[in-house]
């Protein structure tokens, strides 16, 4: 009998896309032939060229750091959101599931009052004064939209591990709750933790690129991938290079982060190693 490999296969693709991503929206903007804000009135809608890479818009602007600028801020967005809404939900989570009794009660409440709000209808409510926050206030919306199922999960873990052996002991041994939830509860559930961040990172730029879309997100002069997708999407097939960059690049980050969500999951859950019987 062997072990399924320590590395999975999808995990150095994954950081390798992702590495080439995060350079592009790193120093896209400012290591093409133009910057973001540069306007080119001789090349309106040029496709890509020597010029510019990725080609023009319809206003003369390049398309290679507009879309550089546009990754920068959906990436911003979804870490944000990703690493916040993360950390309320453990927090919230093991509160409830290892407290219990009255607090366990009003927690879940709390949490159950959040999932049957229509998260889209109130960021669409609240779009006006979201749009003067900037990005700031969109990745607060979406995560303060988006943690309620991740807390109950970790709820569930938290009083699964309250009744372990170990916790018990230190509970008759009058260690203080605070301590024994950062020793004994906090590190069994890392790897769902650190897994759930990686993948609802690429969720959160999903939702930010569809908000966008609509024109409930990001607004001008700021850009990011939805905006950019939205903007070109009547023009798509009479100049594709306008729609078909910032969308490959939503498309290239969501499997870059998908692999390594994967591959995490695969290397930090105990239950995900198995053993292979030789036929």
Do not use: K
């Not at 926050?133 to 591990?161: C, H, K």
């Not at 650190?194 to 879309?213: D, K, Q, R």
Request: aromatic share 10%; hydrophobic share 50%; net charge positive.
């Amino acid at each position: 009998m062997r072990r399924v490999p320590a590395r999975p296969p999808g995990l150095l693709p994954g950081l390798a896309l992702l590495a080439l991503l995060l350079v592009y929206a790193g120093a896209g903007p400012y290591a093409g032939p133009c910057s973001p804000t540069d306007i080119d009135y001789g090349a309106l809608s040029a496709p890509p060229g020597a010029g510019h890479w990725f080609g023009t818009n319809r206003i003369g602007q390049d398309v290679f750091a507009q879309t550089a600028r546009g990754l920068r801020e959906s990436l911003l967005i979804g870490l944000s959101v990703a690493l916040t809404g993360t950390a309320f939900a453990a927090l919230v989570g093991t509160c409830a599931g290892y407290a219990g009794g009255w607090t366990d009660r009003a927690l879940t409440f709390v949490v159950d009052l959040f999932l049957v709000v229509p998260g889209f209808l109130v960021l669409v409510v609240l779009a006006p004064p979201l749009r003067r926050a900037g990005w700031a206030g969109y990745a607060g919306a979406l995560a303060a939209l988006g943690w309620m199922l991740t807390a109950r999960a970790v709820r569930g873990m938290a009083l699964s591990l309250r009744e372990r052996p170990y916790v018990t002991a230190a509970r008759y041994m009058g260690v203080r709750p605070l301590r024994i939830v950062r020793r004994h509860i906090l590190p069994h559930m890392t790897s769902f933790l650190i897994t759930h961040a990686t993948v609802a990172t690429a969720g959160a730029v999903i939702s930010e690129a569809g908000l966008s879309y609509f024109g409930f997100g990001v607004q001008p002069p700021d850009v990011s991938l939805g905006t950019l997708i939205a903007d070109s999407t009547e023009v798509a097939l009479a100049y594709p290079w306008m729609f078909f960059f910032p969308a490959g690049l939503l498309f290239c980050f969501v499997l870059a982060v998908n692999l390594i969500g994967e591959a995490l999951r695969s290397a930090l859950d105990p239950s995900a190693v198995r053993a292979e019987v030789p036929a």
